[in-house]
């Protein structure tokens, strides 16, 4: 249950300067997404080399600063788009170095297991785990770097554009 929580948690990313831990019955999964229901949450917030664990039973919906302008049909400066897209990169990175720390705990993990039941490592169902493991961790980091990729060529696209004082 803990595996698919996990994997069905990562994908999203509106807010993955935020992780949630989330706790039953002296388990513990970690989550880019708010908990559900039936666990109780601590909100893990980092920024800029910070991170604060507060208790957060409460249930939050997060507003995208830049979906919110473009819904009100807002104009947005060039300097807050450039401001927007750079926290955004920021962040995607954070959440890179977030799957490295989780791709290595999972790792672990079957490792433990193998070890426990005493299996070679050559053994069939351990390479079928760490294969799967691999693979939906590359997958993740494929798609987040797709991402970053596409930000960066749209943040230079919207630099090369002149300013209306540049006309």
């Known amino acids: 249950m803990a595996a698919c929580l996990l994997s069905g948690t990562l994908v999203n990313s509106a807010q993955a300067n935020s992780i949630y831990k989330?706790?039953?019955?002296?388990?513990?999964?970690?989550?880019?997404?708010?908990?559900?229901?039936?666990?109780?949450?601590?909100?893990?917030?980092?920024?800029?080399?910070?991170?604060?664990?507060?208790?957060?039973?409460?249930?939050?919906?997060?507003?995208?600063?830049?979906?919110?302008?473009?819904?009100?049909?807002?104009?947005?400066?060039?300097?807050?788009?450039?401001?927007?897209?750079?926290?955004?990169?920021?962040?995607?990175?954070?959440?890179?170095?977030?799957?490295?720390?989780?791709?290595?705990?999972?790792?672990?993990?079957?490792?433990r297991k193998r070890y426990w039941e005493k299996k070679n490592k050559s053994d069939s169902e351990y390479l079928t785990e760490i294969e799967e493991l691999n693979t939906y961790f590359d997958d993740l980091i494929d798609n987040n770097q797709a991402t970053i990729n596409l930000l960066k060529t749209q943040k230079m696209q919207i630099e090369a554009e002149p300013t209306p004082e540049d006309k």
Do not use: W
């Not at 989780?102 to 790792?107: D, F, Q, T, Y």
């Open 22 to 111: 989330c706790v039953k019955d002296n388990k513990v999964v970690f989550s880019q997404t708010i908990c559900p229901k039936e666990f109780s949450q601590h909100k893990i917030e980092y920024e800029l080399g910070i991170t604060t664990e507060t208790d957060s039973d409460k249930r939050e919906k997060k507003l995208d600063p830049m979906q919110t302008a473009l819904l009100s049909k807002q104009t947005i400066s060039k300097e807050k788009l450039l401001q927007l897209l750079n926290g955004e990169l920021y962040r995607l990175n954070q959440e890179l170095s977030y799957f490295d720390i989780l791709k290595s705990s999972e790792l672990q993990k079957i490792e």
